[in-house]
């Protein structure tokens, strides 16, 4: 999966006569790193920063920040560049309860230069497009038109987008990703991506680390009780 992923693009810019790699990088061979030495990475849980009291009161306000950042995927190789969301990759998972319903706001603080090349043949990035622009989309999620992240509904560096997730569907793992066209494969190939899991009663009743889900349950509580 991931030298399918990492040979597309490359493929495509080589079409097109673009650089895929900067002067002096070399080729990373993956079969020279020895394979499960690093402990899994497990992305931390996000926090609502605040509440709103609409649609309901007590309803978590998450802002969530797409940066560049820096990760080792491996013991051996020096930290990589990313796009993420938060201040790791992948970014913060994001705890919703069925049934109750919260606040993202997503604020792009991405750099003003796309570090992967753009093929400028395809629908919705041609030239004089912004190379660097972002919306966000939960996959499976049921929410209104206006919140889904639609393709075209992309913002700059330096705004964002406050989209409402009522998580009235059944409990599922979802996960949010750039959605733009044009280049939504670059921006989810550079890393913007991360977990969004809708738990229910259900689950409940199997073995989860105590305590971990404190913040979105009281909140949830009080939506019910409101």
Known sequence: ??????????????????????????????????????????????????????????????????????????????????????????????????????????????PARHFLPIDHTIHGAEAGTPDVRAVVHVHGANVRPEDDGYPDDWYLPGASKSSFYPNDQDAATLWYHDHTMGINRLNVYAGLMGLYIIRDDEEDKLALPSGRFEVPLLLCDRQLRS
């Open 1 to 110: 999966m991931a030298g399918f992923a990492i040979a597309t693009p490359n493929v495509r810019a080589a079409q097109h006569g673009m650089s895929v790699r900067p002067p002096g990088v070399s080729m990373l061979r993956a079969d020279s790193l020895a394979p499960f030495v690093d402990p899994l990475a497990i992305p931390s849980v996000a926090r609502p920063s605040s509440v709103r009291h609409a649609p309901v009161a007590d309803t978590p306000h998450y802002r969530i920040a797409m940066r560049a950042v820096s990760a080792r995927v491996h013991r051996s190789l020096p930290p990589t560049a990313f796009w993420s969301f938060g201040s790791t990759f992948p970014g913060p998972t994001i705890e919703a309860r069925r049934g109750c319903g919260l606040f993202v706001e997503w604020i792009n603080n991405l």
